[in-house]
C-alpha cells in the first residue's frame, strides 16, 4: 500500500488536486465543458445571423420583417458582447444605407435623364458609387475584423481544451499504471 500512495500524489499533484482529486476534476472538466458550449453557442448563433443577415443587406436593404427580426436581434447580441463595437457596427450600417438611398436616388434622376443630360448627371452617378463602396468597405471590415478577433478566440479554447484532453490522458495512464501495480 506504501507504494500505491505516492504514485496517487504524484497523479493529483499533475492535476494541481488535492483531498478529492476525481471530483476537482469533474467541476473543472464541467466549466471547462460548459465554456466551451457557451462559446460554441455564441459563435453559431452570430454566424447564422452574419450569413443570414448581412450578406442579403449588403446587395439591398433588409425589406422584410424576419430580415429586420434577424438584425435586431445580431445587434442586440453584439450589444451584449461589445457595446462599443455594435455603436460602431450601428454606425457603419446606417452610413452604408444612406449611402445606397443616395445612391439610388442618382440612378433614378440618371435613367429619367435624357441622353443629353446624362453626362451631367453621371458626375453624381460616380460620386455616389465611390460613396456606396466606401461605406461597404468599411462595414466588411468591421464584420472581417469582429469575425478575425472571434475566430481567434475559438482558436485559444479549442487549443485549452486539447491541453487538458492531454492531461487527462497523462492521468489516464498513470490511474492505469496503478492498476496494473495492485
Avoid: W
Avoid at 156 to 179: D, Y
Amino acid at each position: 500500500m506504501q507504494r500505491a500512495r505516492p504514485a496517487a500524489e504524484l497523479v493529483a499533484g499533475l492535476h494541481g488536486l488535492r483531498a478529492q482529486p476525481t471530483k476537482v476534476n469533474l467541476e473543472n472538466s464541467r466549466k471547462t465543458a460548459k465554456a466551451f458550449c457557451l462559446t460554441i453557442v455564441v459563435g453559431a448563433t452570430l454566424v447564422a445571423s452574419l450569413s443570414v443577415a448581412v450578406p442579403g443587406g449588403l446587395a439591398q436593404g433588409s425589406s422584410n420583417d424576419a430580415d429586420n427580426e434577424r438584425e435586431r436581434a445580431f445587434v442586440e447580441a453584439l450589444r451584449r458582447e461589445d457595446p462599443s463595437g455594435a455603436e460602431r457596427y450601428v454606425a457603419l450600417r446606417d452610413a452604408r444605407g444612406q449611402a445606397m438611398a443616395e445612391l439610388q436616388r442618382v440612378q433614378a434622376r440618371y435613367s429619367a435623364a435624357g441622353p443629353e443630360l446624362r453626362p451631367l448627371v453621371l458626375r453624381q452617378l460616380k460620386d455616389a458609387q465611390r460613396q456606396y463602396a466606401k461605406s461597404s468597405l468599411a462595414f466588411l471590415e468591421f464584420l472581417d475584423a469582429r469575425d478575425r478577433r472571434a475566430l481567434a478566440r475559438y482558436q485559444e479554447e479549442i487549443g485549452r481544451i486539447n491541453r487538458l484532453l492531454e492531461e487527462h490522458a497523462r492521468a489516464r495512464a498513470e490511474l492505469e499504471k496503478l492498476l496494473r501495480e495492485e
